[in-house]
């Protein structure tokens, strides 16, 4: 089946740092979306993704959906306390909602004072 | 706009019990996607329902089933449960082949 490889698995920052995170996956997907999800919620939608070379913007995260259809990263600009969860990429294959979203397992982001 | 919503948001069951989780999708959406979140394994998808038909599942027994109601409401059920069910799980709703999928809080389930 298909897997994405999601890294790094944490980040330990100070407030302020710009963030990196990325995805890559061993099969093509259709479509990238990056998900926060804080501790006892559910998966927010940040960013979607729907073309090869796509740069997406929402306030400070930027996301860009690789040329090679298997890759795809997430920046956070200026970071702030409220930015502290875990981000998950997800990404859709060919078969469109057949196979739900394949998930990565996750960037957990810890802002240091 | 109500989002997504789960309930109940805790259930504790013992091994070999049922649970019954449940899930109320956005307004407007026909499709409602299960999926377990184990700890320290992301999120696995475990069912997909759309108009009131089971459409696809993910890699999991048959004891975990469910249905989707003519309100596009769904349920999840695990029969059987054992002590390695214990995780979030999480229902999400689209509209049906849109790929942007909006979660509930979900329905934490703790078997012991």
């Known amino acids: 089946g298909q897997q994405l490889n999601q890294s790094p698995q944490s980040m330990f920052i100070q407030e302020g740092e710009d963030v990196s995170m990325n995805c890559t996956s061993s099969?093509?997907?259709?479509?990238w979306l990056w998900y926060k999800q804080d501790p006892g919620e559910g998966p927010v939608l940040l960013i979607a993704l729907y073309k090869a070379g796509e740069l997406t913007s929402n306030g400070r995260l930027t996301a860009q959906f690789g040329i090679t259809r298997k890759d795809s990263f997430l920046n956070i600009s200026a970071s702030i306390p409220s930015d502290v969860g875990i981000y998950f990429c997800?990404?859709?294959?060919?078969?469109?909602?057949?196979?739900?979203?394949?998930f990565g397992k996750g960037t957990h982001l810890i802002i240091q004072p | 706009e109500a989002g997504v919503t789960q309930s109940p948001t805790h259930l504790i069951k013992t091994r070999g019990q049922q649970a019954t989780l449940r899930c109320s999708p956005i307004s407007g959406h026909t499709s409602v996607y299960w999926y377990q979140q184990a700890l320290g394994l992301g999120l696995q998808f475990l069912l997909w329902?759309?108009?009131?038909?089971?459409?696809n599942r993910g890699n999991f027994p048959p004891r975990f089933s469910g249905r989707q109601f003519p309100n596009y409401s769904s349920e999840l059920n695990v029969n059987a449960l054992e002590l390695e069910d214990s995780a979030l799980y999480l229902c999400a709703s689209t509209l049906l082949w849109d790929t942007e999928a909006f979660f509930g809080q979900g329905t934490r389930l703790t078997v012991v």
């Open positions: 329902y759309d108009e009131g038909e089971e459409r």
């Open positions: 997800a990404g859709q294959g060919s078969g469109g909602g057949a196979d739900g979203l394949t």
């Open positions: 099969s093509i997907f259709n479509t």
